[in-house]
């Protein structure tokens, strides 16, 4: 099993930036694939960004138009996702995850077996 601790949300106004941090312990497997995703009240859940910590390949979708980057330390056992430039529209409870299968694609959350237990990040216009 991995514990995951997400820290760092808060409330900025649009424009601003904040990072967040997620904190990983217990079961390896966290530190092969890493994600953070974020849900909205009444939305789905959804993939922001992902990091594969052997290669170093990063994946976002499209819609984040390089404000966001992800990033981590395996020694230290961290996740960071810096988030700038941020729009009201990425108001919600951020978690980060630990993925456990491939057969679907980074995005999918059914992907990822173990999560934190989110950070709430509201932008206001």
């Known amino acids: 099993q991995v514990q995951l601790v997400e820290s760092g949300g808060g409330s900025v106004q649009a424009g601003g930036t904040l990072r967040l941090t997620c904190a990983a312990s217990?079961?390896?497997?966290?530190?092969?694939?890493m994600a953070w995703f974020r849900q909205a009240p009444g939305k789905e859940r959804e993939g922001v960004a992902a990091?594969?910590?052997?290669?170093?390949?990063?994946y976002y979708p499209d819609s984040m138009e390089g404000r966001f980057t992800i990033s981590g330390d395996n020694d230290k056992k961290m996740l960071y996702l810096q988030m700038n430039n941020l729009k009201p529209e990425d108001t919600g409870m951020y978690y980060c995850?630990?993925?456990?299968?491939?057969?679907?694609?980074?995005?999918?959350?059914?992907?990822?077996?173990?999560w934190g237990q989110g950070t709430q990040v509201t932008v206001s216009s």
């Open positions: 990091m594969f910590f052997s290669s170093g390949n990063t």
């Open positions: 995850a630990a993925r456990r299968t491939y057969g679907r694609g980074w995005s999918f959350a059914s992907e990822y077996g173990d």
């Open positions: 217990g079961d390896p497997v966290w530190s092969k694939c």
